[in-house]
Nanobody, 124 residues
Framework: QVQLVESGGGLVQAGGSLRLSCAASGRTFSSYGMGWFRQAPGKEREFVAAISWSGGTTNYADSVKGRFTISRVSAKNTVYLQMSSLKPEDTAVYYC?????????????????WGQGTRVTVSS
């Protein structure tokens, strides 16, 4: 069992930056692939970024490439999402998720555990 707790969300102006954190419980965290997803009001949940168990593979949605960076520190059981050049369309609740396969998976259905989410609001 893995429990995930996101933090770092908040209100930021367009062009600003935020760093989201996802703290995981459980000794097997280092073997999991980790992902970030988001859900804007009235929209479906969408993929944002993912990182493999080793950190050697990362994937990004086209909408965030070059602006967001996913990373992990296994010693801290934490995965991060550094968000820069934020836009109003980045406004959403951001969720982290863990995938037992260890891959940097894009498909939300492949993930086994989910956090409760942290809200990000980008004002124009």
């Amino acid at each position: 069992q893995v429990q995930l707790v996101e933090s770092g969300g908040g209100l930021v102006q367009a062009g600003g930056s935020l760093r989201l954190s996802c703290a995981a419980s459980g000794r097997t965290f280092s073997s999991y692939g980790m992902g970030w997803f988001r859900q804007a009001p009235g929209k479906e949940r969408e993929f944002v970024a993912a990182i493999s168990w080793s950190g050697g593979t990362t994937n990004y949605a086209d909408s965030v490439k070059g602006r967001f960076t996913i990373s992990r520190v296994s010693a801290k059981n934490t995965v991060y999402l550094q968000m820069s050049s934020l836009k109003p369309e980045d406004t959403a609740v951001y969720y982290c998720a863990a995938d037992r396969s260890g891959l940097a998976t894009l498909d939300s259905y492949e993930y086994d555990y989910w956090g409760q989410g942290t809200r990000v609001t980008v004002s124009s």
